[in-house]
């Protein structure tokens, strides 16, 4: 090719560059204009003008509770937030309307696959439609198995024994020995759900040896992914993904590093065989061939049961730290049940678990005011009306808002800000509650899969802490505050003192 030609040739992909720039410049600019004047930023009702303004920080710490206060005030139980086009509702009848009567018509909708598109691809966690409802399927056959449960009740009993018990022995009674408990649930949730996903063991809860980089890449994904949801709009991200900078960027690589290790995973699985294996991971290769499908379903597991598993251990302990009452009754029961100090109780079995009434009371009573999901959204297909009378057009996104439904009077009666667990028992019996009154796990048709594996890691853990130690949170003027983001999470951790109780032990627990 002559010179001459090549020179027209740069020239003219130079123009076409400079075209291609200026028609994504030009279409995010009329895709913002179109995003604003559909949310209406003009309205200047008290809710927009406070939320746009941030002035309702001057009353209440976290949103979450600015929330519960409008819709406690609320006659129906529901309020709008124009300026974000959101209908947010604590009406036990309009939520049992989204998640079962009308389910098909509040699908969780492009704009929240689109955010958690890069991180969970097309897991289930993330689609909609006869996608969600192959994995659905799958996934409830291998979860409501027995074999799959005792897997996941032998992992927590070794993480337990082998790392979470020598961990509190470690620092119980030192003077500085103050612990994060958010941060050790928050590993210890990770392993476990590692191992039950893909077999991996990352490690994390074993202090002294460095994070390992699929948790700490992880992390980061998640985190950024949910700092997508915070935007103000969704083109302010998307313009950085487009031209890889700031936080976009660190996002694609964290998600890269998390690639390449769920990569290795199954090359792994591949070469040693995985039919005799009991992770998620090497049951699914058993009628899934598609690695990138594969890698999906397993990813929305570990996202969908780490940090919820963790938020709602630590609520619990900081409850437990400020009602003894409530935590000698769970000894108390436990001694009845279990008997007194045995190895036995961090391994219980399903069925002891089952005979503990009150202990699945108060794990029950901790998530009804600390939801681990504080608020969950799905988008309205087809212009809808509530029960409550709502009139909610199409494209609105609709929240449910299990935080406010906890702390609400019209649901739980005039005691609800108190830590009851005897709400939940009838003559000393666990007494479920309606799902659409306690949406914890949320309800209807995509309730969550992992609940009895959630229950059974929480009462495992419970179970082995509250028998061997005293665990008092350092600061008695301690308040939650929330951390924006899916999960609820505190901001600077939870830092407890441990205490060993007075008792001795076998010699298999003391070492
Ligand atoms: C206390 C702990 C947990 C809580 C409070 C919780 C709560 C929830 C909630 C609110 C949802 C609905 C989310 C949405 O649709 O946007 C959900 C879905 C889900 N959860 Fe959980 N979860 C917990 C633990 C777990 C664990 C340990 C696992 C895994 C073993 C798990 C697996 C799932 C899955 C796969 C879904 C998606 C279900 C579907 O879309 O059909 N969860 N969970």
């Known amino acids: 090719m ?65 929330y519960t206060h409008l819709l406690q005030k609320s006659p129906t139980g529901t309020i709008h937030v124009h300026v974000l086009r959101n ?50 399927k799958m996934a409830s056959l291998e979860l409501g198995s027995v074999s799959v449960r005792s897997y996941a009740l ?54 002294s040896l460095p994070i390992s980089s699929f948790a700490v890449a992880f992390d980061v994904a998640s985190k950024l992914s949910a700092e997508r949801a915070m935007a103000i709009s969704p083109i302010v991200w998307k313009i950085k993904r487009l031209l890889n900078v700031g936080s976009e960027r660190k996002l694609k690589e964290a ?16 070469k040693m065989g995985f039919s005799d294996r009991k992770d998620l991971l090497s049951r699914f290769m058993a009628s899934i061939d598609d690695d990138k499908y594969l890698r999906d379903i397993v990813i929305s597991f570990v996202l969908a049961g780490r940090d919820t598993v963790a938020s709602a251990l630590t609520s619990f302990f900081y409850l437990l730290s400020q009602h003894q009452r409530v935590e000698a009754a769970i000894r108390d029961e436990m001694e009845r049940v279990i008997g007194p100090r045995t190895q036995e109780a961090a391994a219980a079995s399903f069925e002891k678990m089952r005979q503990m009434h009150y202990l699945n009371a108060a794990i029950y009573e901790s998530m009804r005011l600390y939801p681990p999901v504080q608020f969950d959204s799905k988008f309205c297909q087809e212009d809808d009306i509530l029960p409550d009378g709502t009139f909610v057009t199409k494209g609105t996104r609709v929240t449910y808002h299990p935080y406010a439904m906890g702390r609400t009077e019209r649901i739980w009666g005039p005691d609800c800000l108190e830590f009851k667990p005897e709400r939940w028992l ?24 992992g609940k009895e594996m959630a229950l059974m ?38 830092p407890v003192f441990v205490q060993e109780r007075a008792v001795t032990y076998p010699s298999t627990l003391a070492n």
Not at 12 to 39: K, N
């Open 87 to 136: 209908t947010i509702t604590a009406n036990p009848e309009n939520v049992e309307h989204i998640l079962k009567t009308r389910f098909d018509n509040y699908p969780k909708g492009k704009p929240f696959s689109v955010i958690l598109g890069d991180l969970l691809g097309h897991g289930i966690f993330n689609v909609d439609g006869d996608s969600w409802r192959f994995q659905r």
């Open 255 to 270: 998600i890269k590093t998390v690639n390449i290790l769920a990569t290795e995973m199954k090359n792994q699985r591949r």
């Open 2 to 66: 002559g010179f001459e030609a090549s020179l027209c040739l740069q020239s003219m992909s130079a123009t076409f560059c400079l075209l291609f720039f200026s028609f994504t410049v030009f279409f995010s600019l009329f895709s913002l204009l179109i995003f604003i004047l559909r949310l209406k930023p003009w309205c200047n009702c008290e809710v927009c003008r406070s939320y746009l303004s941030s002035s309702w920080a001057k009353e209440f710490g976290n949103l979450a509770d600015w």
């Open 457 to 494: 890691e929480m009462r495992s853990v419970v179970l082995a802490l509250v028998q061997r130690f005293d665990i008092r949170v350092a600061d008695p003027n301690w308040a939650p505050w929330f951390v924006p983001g899916f999960t609820a999470t505190v901001r600077g951790g939870l």
């Open 154 to 207: 032998e992992i927590v009993s070794s993480e337990i024994q082998s790392r979470l018990i020598p961990l509190f022995l470690s620092v119980a009674g030192k003077r500085d020995g103050v612990l994060d408990l958010q941060d050790v649930f928050r590993r210890f949730s990770f392993d476990n759900i590692c191992r039950f996903s893909f077999g991996l063991d990352p490690g994390s809860l074993q202090l």
């Open 426 to 449: 009838r003559d000393g019996v666990f007494m479920p509650e309606n799902l659409f009154k306690y949406p914890v796990f949320q309800g209807g048709l995509r309730v969550c899969l």
